[in-house]
């Protein structure tokens, strides 16, 4: 299977700063990148995607950016706010067989107000 | 977007017996589902691929005969967690695509199982 790692394990930032999470994946076949968020407890959202044709999406506060190349992909969220305080995890979809996803290790964002 | 629904969302059970946990969509038809345990502030570790009408693929290191998954028609499929022990206790959790074509994977608002 595909090997994901994600780095920081752990980010605080002040309210109003910028964050990013970094993940690596290792192989090349992988053609889809989501970020997940789940709050404790609870079940994993969707927060944003980006496809393996695309180097960039942004949403919002929200950003992704995808290097091919290297085999690593970021997340980034600016004037970040308490709500977005949360665990983030960052996953990559091989197309073969069943297109199973793998997920990196997880960051814990704190946002302090 | 797709709903899927776990139950239970909370089972404790002896050690010896065995946990049923099923996974529902419940808006669309899933041909492919997937089995994730997620252990406290760790990742998802993907189990299994539970596919309809045929036998689960199973991830390198998780016995199958422990982790027992059956999907059996195109809105259910059930992990079956037999003989648990303590180290079984954890979060699991299922997934599957919705309709659209998108590639999002949605989830299951996942079971913790605690083993005594």
């Known amino acids: 299977g595909e090997n994901v790692e994600q780095h920081p394990s752990t980010l605080s930032v002040q309210e109003g700063d910028s964050a990013v999470i970094k993940c690596t994946y290792s192989d090349s076949a992988s053609n889809y990148f989501p970020w997940y968020k789940q709050e404790l407890g609870k079940r994993p959202q969707l927060i944003i995607d980006?496809?393996?044709?695309?180097g960039e999406k942004k949403d919002q506060r929200i950003a992704v950016t995808l290097n091919k190349t290297a085999k690593h992909f970021s997340l980034h969220i600016t004037e970040t706010q308490p709500e977005d305080s949360a665990v983030y995890f960052c996953a990559a979809r091989l197309p073969f067989a069943g297109n199973q996803f793998y997920f990196g290790t997880g960051t814990s964002l704190t946002v302090i107000p | 977007g797709a709903v899927v629904s776990q139950h239970p969302s909370r089972v404790i059970c002896k050690s010896g017996t065995s946990v049923k946990i099923e996974c529902r969509s419940l808006?669309?038809?899933?041909?492919?589902m997937f089995w994730y345990r997620q252990f406290p502030k760790q990742s998802l570790m993907l189990m299994a691929t539970s596919n309809e009408g045929s036998k689960a693929t199973y991830e390198q290191g998780v016995e199958k005969d422990k982790f027992l998954i059956n999907h059996a028609s195109l809105t259910l499929s059930t992990l079956t967690v037999t003989s648990a022990h303590p180290e079984d206790s954890s979060f699991y959790i299922c997934s599957c695509y919705g309709t659209g074509g998108s590639g999002e994977l949605f989830f299951g608002e996942g079971s913790r199982l605690t083993v005594l």
């Open positions: 808006d669309f038809q899933a041909t492919t």
């Open positions: 980006i496809r393996s044709n695309v």
